[in-house]
């Protein structure tokens, strides 16, 4: 079945150090791939989103790639802050499913100052 | 951005008694809303979907006499874990969307965290 697959947690960094979460996905059609973010005490946000092959999504200094020849929608940031501190979820939907959103396991990162 | 709510943020019961978990989007209406289950260390586990007016399509396994959701306005859906066991204990996150759920256009609340005794 459809599914996301993202690296396991609790992943520790140094402020400004180079952060990258792998994430993976299988599925049946073409989809739409997420990330969102949630921090302590709120509710999941987005954070960025890539529609299709080869597309990037960034923001705040985040950005993933849609690599559909690895199935991949990795996570960078060049150089992380203590406020970026919080699980990070990858997730896609599918068109035909525009309704079913499906969550990877969420990766907890913390940035010491 | 969008703002939805979740009320109670956490609550504690004994088996046997019923819990209603309020899911609110504050300053858009939502058509339709929908509610996750998330164990510890796991991902969200799309229970239903929820339609303004209509019934709620259950996820596969998801058990509809035991999680009663209504979407009676669209600003409010309530879910309702029935003679709650301590197996149900888990956080449920429900998020609301403006339009497909496709376009990215999701808001989340910020999660319930049941605990049964």
């Known amino acids: 079945g459809d599914s996301v697959t993202q690296m396991e947690g609790p992943v520790t960094l140094s402020e400004e150090a180079f952060l990258t979460i792998n994430c993976t996905y299988t599925?049946?059609?073409?989809?739409?791939l997420f990330w969102y973010v949630q921090y302590p005490g709120e509710g999941l946000q987005l954070l960025l989103k890539a529609t299709k092959a080869d597309d990037k999504g960034s923001n705040k200094g985040f950005e993933a790639t849609y690599r559909k020849e690895t199935t991949s929608f990795h996570l960078e940031k060049g150089s992380v802050q203590v406020s970026d501190s919080a699980v990070y979820f990858c997730?896609?939907?599918?068109?035909?499913?525009?309704?079913?959103?499906?969550f990877g396991s969420g990766t907890r990162l913390s940035i010491r100052p | 951005g969008a703002v939805v709510s979740q009320h109670p943020s956490w609550v504690i019961c004994k088996s046997g008694t019923s819990v209603k978990i309020e899911c609110r989007s504050l300053?858009?209406?939502?058509?339709?809303m929908f509610w996750y289950r998330q164990f510890p260390k796991q991902s969200l586990m799309l229970m239903a979907t929820s339609n303004e007016g209509s019934k709620a399509t259950y996820e596969q396994g998801v058990e509809k006499d035991k999680f009663l959701i209504n979407h009676a306005s669209l600003t409010l859906s309530t879910l309702t874990v029935t003679s709650a066991h301590p197996e149900d204990s888990s956080f449920y996150i429900c998020s609301a969307s403006r339009g497909g759920a496709n376009t990215g256009e999701l808001f989340f609340g910020e999660g319930s965290r049941l605990t049964v005794l």
């Open positions: 300053d858009f209406q939502a058509t339709t």
């Open positions: 997730a896609l939907t599918l068109y035909s499913s525009a309704s079913k959103i499906i």
């Open positions: 599925a049946t059609g073409y989809p739409s």
